[in-house]
């Protein structure tokens, strides 16, 4: 157990859909990542939040939105859903700002758009 | 533009060695990391690599190359658990948290 919690475990749902992924850091990690792991993909950096703020973004669409919250928990916001959004949404996080930081992943989040 | 090469599937014996390599093209470079990851579960971290040379962690090693854009993980005395996919990641010098990704190795260890 990575000590990154994230909910739900799946989600299944229409498109045009709007969905709110959450994730709560490891106790005390000031940053939060999110990635996007497809089947050919790989896995995709989305956005980085450090203590409140957004650190670095990624491949991460318009339609697409992320917050960290004052007790540091994230939300990543996905809009107008579309077939090709079905994926693993993975959240991270560490302790300090990068380089070099090593980042524990949450389980993920098996979001199935229909 | 971004880059990381890695072989797609590898396949060895338990109790033997292996070696993945991970060949990168990017940007920047603030260091690279190599995680494992099973079949639908949550990567893990293995090793960071940011200067030249080889880092060795119990069964587990890994070399940078900075010169040549490449590094390679070495599994030693391979167990079947480590049947899984080993990803290949570089952290962007350009923007610090960004973890480039290859598409990972997929490595099955046979009896």
């Known amino acids: 157990d990575s000590g990154v919690t994230q909910t739900p475990k799946h989600l299944i749902t229409a498109t045009g859909q709007r969905v709110t992924l959450r994730c709560s850091p490891r106790s005390g990690d000031l940053s939060v990542y999110w990635y996007q792991q497809s089947l050919d993909q790989g896995l995709q950096f989305l956005i980085q939040?450090?203590?409140?703020?957004?650190?670095a973004k990624g491949n991460i669409l318009e339609r697409f939105s992320a917050q960290q919250f004052p007790d540091l928990h994230s939300e990543l916001n996905l809009s107008s859903l579309e077939l090709g959004d079905s994926a693993l949404y993975f959240c991270a996080s560490s302790s300090q700002a990068p380089p070099g930081t090593e980042a524990f992943f949450g389980q993920g989040t098996r979001l199935t758009v229909v | 533009g971004q880059n990381i090469d890695q072989p797609t599937e590898m396949t060895a014996t338990e109790g033997a060695i292996v070696q993945i390599n991970c060949t990168y093209q990017?940007?920047?470079?603030?260091?690279l990391f190599w995680y494992q990851q099973h079949a639908g579960e949550a990567p893990t971290f293995l090793s960071y690599n940011v200067l030249d040379g080889l880092e060795e962690k119990g069964r587990f090693s890994s070399f940078l190359s900075r010169s040549k854009g490449y590094s390679y993980l070495l599994l030693k005395e391979l167990q079947m658990k480590d049947s899984a996919s080993y990803l290949c990641?570089?952290?962007?010098?350009?923007?610090?948290?960004?973890?480039?990704f290859g598409k990972g190795t997929k490595l099955s260890v046979k009896p």
């Open positions: 990641a570089v952290e962007d010098g350009g923007s610090q948290g960004n973890l480039i």
């Open positions: 990017t940007s920047g470079f603030n260091g």
């Open positions: 939040y450090y203590n409140g703020e957004e650190r």
